[in-house]
């Protein structure tokens, strides 16, 4: 045993000599505690429930006196805008309005957690125009009032050549507060040249022979889904106790050493470099990529489909600029060049014809790149593709809480 | 006169307190009276759309605690273990830029220092790049076979705890270096003069007088460390979270306020108690003296 000096002993367990106003701080600490105390039971933080269903008159109220300014500040996630901004030129072109294009949204999660302070505030987000995923966030803010009632008046082109499919959805009806931006599906991606089997289901990614070489989404709703296929739940129509059961496989798979990582938007990266084999992917993100050894694969248990919608803040300072964008992106022949960069699946079904009139005329690569695209069942799937896919649940806030508390520590190892 | 003297005596008694008013009311406003809302906030239960009532529900630490402890003991694990590698990284390049720097100290320091001026994620995220799988120090190390196939740095404990030293570094470097620089170089030669080898006149003279330095860089490395999650998120795996991650997710993308507030009193209690068992076990006159400088 070594020698403690007691000493040190003493310095750490007493305390120190008292000084001579000792008593006048007592009674200054009591105050601060009594106070604190107080504060302690007086504050807590007020609901904030909005209106999550609008009427002719809200829209009326929030349209009243706005007008176009010129200008439009656009939050994104990225890759879903050719790299020379050639959509957003045109647009500029079109209407004379500049458009400020930002790619800040990388998880919803984390955007909501961004927006939701100075939204609940009042306050401008700096954005007049948000694109997000149909999901628990966006969920949050049609019910917390934070988004602008859309006047359908100003979204001729909207109503004209939407797909069928993508008007009045369940998570919005009747487009009170969103209008589709592209969908998209979240399937599988795995490098060829390291994986030599065909990947055709999810529970390949739970296969112990690939240990440490597979990636999955972070997103505790995109995980969740995984698990719940992977187990024959559709997970539209799951329960709390079937969360319990895909919870406990997906803890398996992240315990036995399989998951390398949980990703947010850098899978892309770590499967085209082979950090991983395989991983959770989205479609459009894998078609865009250059490298020709990544596939994607809707695997065979079903995929989820989910649409990333555009939606204006509440305190947008442009709202009007924003509304004109939305609208403009109707038309198809505005459309097509997005569609042909991002390769996720239009809400715009008459850029098909446009696109493949451009093949038609086109030679060489780009011949076969547009035709391929055409005929992609993964821009323009088929009905039956379509029944094939499966949607996010709809989570009250108390079904959300309990999710959130089964899912959310999965990635964080816990 | 008399009226004057008085005058004048008043104003000398006022000043200290109007001295210290503007940085009590920054205090006020954002230290105590946040700490307070966060402290009510950890009590709290409820939800983002209805809304959070105090309910005092002391399960927020429980809960917090259970689900969530071994996240606490690998981020203490890993702000130790950081900040050991900051002292050995730190103190020879201190010492050396100090006593053999000559006229050009300064600008050993700037070299030194120069990465920082890049922003803490932009660098944490170029690591990813040197240290992927195939990529260019690594590939190469595989192919000549000195690396098995299966040996990757990324989304492991290590590349977290080398992210970390790597970030923290300069905190540590800095203060070390300020405490052997004004080590008066003849209190070496008197050492050398009383026959003293160099390494006795480095450990009996150099070194004690340093350890100041090295106090506070452990205490400016070692808190930072530990609360640190960007590391953990770009450099590590699923078993490499730490309390910051978890507390950052459970704030912005859960909005369960109640539970991170709970978390980071947690985190801030054992920190506290941990560096007030430092500051009296080595003396805190020295440590607040040399953090001071």
Redesign the interface.
Known sequence: MTHIDPA?LR??TRPRLARSDASRRDVLRLMGAAG?GL???????????GKANVDQSDVQKYWAGKAKTGKLNWANWPGYMQDDHATIKAFEKATGIKVTYKEVIQ?S??W???I?APLAAGQSIGFDLMVMTNGIQLE?CR??GYLAPLDPSRLKNFAANAGAGFKNPSYDPGNAFTIPYESGITGIAYNTKYVKDEITSIAQLFDPKYK?KVGMMGD?QELGNFGMFLLGIDPEKSTPADWEKAAAKLREQ?DKGI????YTQDYVD?VS???VWMTMAWSGDVYSLTSPDVKFVVPREGGTIWTDNMCIPKTAENPVDALTLMDWLYVPANNAPLTEFVNYITPVPGTQQIIAAEAAKATGDEKKELTRLSTSPLVYPSPADMARLRHYRRLT?AE??QY?KIF??I???? | MAGGLGRARGRGRFTPYLLVLPSGLWLLAFFAIPMVLMVSLSLQTGNLVDGFRQTFHWQNYTDGLSTYGDKFGRSLWYGLLATVACIVLAYPAAYWIAFRGGRHKSTYLFMLLLPYFVSFVLRTVSWKLVLTDNGPVLGPLRNHGVLPSGFHVLDTGFAVVSGLTYNFLPFMVLPIYVALERIDPRLVEAAHDLYASRVQAFARVVLPLSLPGVFAGVIMTFVPVSADYVNAEVLGGPRNTMIGNVIQSEYFDNSAYPVASALSFVLMAILLLGIFAYARALGTQDVLEAAGR
């Open positions: 040190l310095g750490l604190a504060a302690l039971s007086a504050c807590g933080v007020k609901g904030q429930g998880e999660g984390p909501f957690g961004k939701q949050k019910q917390l440490g505790s992240r998951v390398r990582k949980y770590a470099k082979g950090d806030q959300e809480t959130q959310e520590p990635a964080k190892g816990s």
